[in-house]
């Protein structure tokens, strides 16, 4: 009778099943190798940052650092251009339909809002005191009195428009006149920037007998009081966008916004915001006004008279921009050539002759030539740009045989003025340094969770081995079966 070998019992499958260490590490080595390989690649990423691109994320930090600094100084400089636009002299004599005294918490039809959404305290203009005249009826003589000895002591004129009799003065406060009812006796009252509640009073009780003495120590009170932070600024005798005449012709101009908030600032990715970035110094707080800087222009257009030209008198051409009391001559024709300076000497030279359509400059206050210096043009000649109209092109040689070009009527012209001090556009060099961070982190994340599992997995190589040499587990003292082996 035949006998069948009894059929072999399969083995259960176990994990890292090996007889001896060697064959373990055998089975091993790749794991081991990616924990190595992530320790040397996250040392030499770290390495990498901190002795090659070190210098390269200094020059980042510190331009960011330092543009920072002066954009704090530029919305104090440019804080005067709105200052200068909202909250200089209106008309002294009287304001037809005016029914607030005091100008707004912000330029007329903007919105200084920060891009969070909260109200832009940083450079929110703050006008100086205003003196207000109260007369029941402001055309009367006894008021008319009254106003010509608080100008005389202001220091301004009483023709409306026209420059301070003492810019010092008349630049540390406003004036203003108001209708009051019937029996309230001749008054000068006194606000203090843009509060509601008088900050001084003076009665006049005499008007055609008034001391002016008594008169000149309640304007020192007043412009005295003007916050120290503005000491250096002297409110212009008109608003900048209505002192601003080109030929002659004034300019219907207001202000505007040129540039938001951030400007186009940005970080690189993946970051959005720079001073998310770096809110340096300290590393724990963002410097002020830090991506809320917002750059304000005038801009208009006026229709002029171009003058006729002749290229054999040239200083005819000229025109006179004037800006807040500061002149400048323009060219109201341009002479230039049509092709490069490539062709033959002595050949006939094509050229086009424009007319001016366009003018940006840029002004700004200069403290260091004192208050009374007022508004100065820049003398970076990349502050000014003239646009041009092309009229007629042909040889020079018809220019100078006398070909001339009679005036142009009605030529509209554009006007742009900007702040010398307003914050700039600011590009800020490449940085790639956080993404050799980034894969350090990611090399020290495979290194963890390597680490982690790695003494799991020689507890069971070692049981493994016990267990196919015959032997008991590792544990096999705390076992109750094995207790006496």
Excluded at 310 to 330: E, N, R, W
Aim: glycine share 8%.
């Amino acid at each position: 009778m035949d006998t069948k070998p009894p059929a072999k019992q399969r083995r259960r499958y176990r994990p890292l099943d090996v007889k001896t260490w060697f064959e373990g590490f055998l089975r091993l080595i790749g794991w081991i190798l990616v924990i190595i390989l992530s320790v040397i690649t996250g040392a030499l990423l770290v390495l990498y940052e901190i002795k090659i691109l070190n210098r390269h994320d200094t020059d980042f930090r510190d331009m960011h650092f330092d543009q920072r600094i002066t954009n704090d100084i530029n919305n104090r400089y440019h804080k005067n251009f709105l200052l200068a636009e909202q909250c200089s002299n209106p008309d002294p004599v009287y304001f037809p339909g005016q029914t607030d005294l005091f100008p707004t918490a912000e330029p007329l039809g903007l919105n200084l809002m920060a891009a969070d959404g909260n109200p832009w305290t940083e450079i929110l203009p703050v006008c100086k005191p205003v003196i207000v005249l109260e007369c029941t009826n402001i055309l009367t003589a006894a008021c008319n009195s009254t106003r010509e000895a608080l100008y005389d002591a202001v220091g301004i004129q009483l023709t409306s428009g026209t420059p301070y009799i003492n810019c010092i003065r008349a630049g540390r406060v406003r004036v203003g006149a108001t209708s009051v009812p019937a029996g309230r006796p001749i008054s000068l009252v006194a606000y203090l920037e843009d509060a509601i509640m008088p900050y001084d009073t003076l009665v006049i009780n005499s008007p055609f007998e008034i001391n002016t003495t008594q008169v000149q120590e309640f304007v020192d009170r007043v412009a005295t009081a003007v916050n120290s932070s503005s000491v250096d600024y002297v409110q212009p005798s008109t608003q900048l966008s209505s002192g601003i005449y080109l030929a002659g012709v004034q300019v219907v101009a207001s202000l505007e916004l040129l540039a938001g908030a951030r400007r186009n600032l940005r970080a690189v990715p993946p970051w959005t915001v720079v001073s998310n970035l770096w809110p340096w110094p300290g590393m724990n707080k963002r410097c002020k006004n830090s991506g809320k800087n917002p750059a304000y222009h005038i801009s208009g257009n006026v229709n002029i008279t171009i003058p006729g030209f002749s290229l054999a008198h040239p200083d005819d051409t000229l025109i006179a921009l004037t800006v807040a009391g500061g002149t400048m001559l323009l060219a109201a024709w341009n002479v230039a050539p049509l092709a490069p300076k490539s062709q033959e000497l002595g050949g006939s030279t094509d050229v086009t002759v424009s007319y001016l359509s366009g003018v940006q400059v840029a002004i700004g206050q200069v403290p260091l030539l004192g208050p009374c210096a007022g508004w100065q043009f820049s003398a970076d000649p990349s502050d000014v740009h003239l646009a041009y109209t092309e009229h007629w092109r042909g040889s020079l040689a018809d220019l100078q045989a006398g070909t001339t070009f009679r005036p142009i009527v009605d030529q509209m012209v554009t006007v742009d003025v900007r702040d010398v001090a307003a914050p700039r556009s600011f590009a800020l060099p490449s940085y790639g340094g956080m993404y050799y961070i980034f894969c350090a982190f990611g090399m020290a994340f495979i290194w963890m969770v390597s680490n982690g599992l790695i003494l799991f997995i020689i507890i069971l190589v070692w049981w493994n081995i016990r267990s196919n040499k015959g032997l008991p587990p590792i544990i096999y003292r705390y076992m109750k079966k094995y207790r006496g082996w």
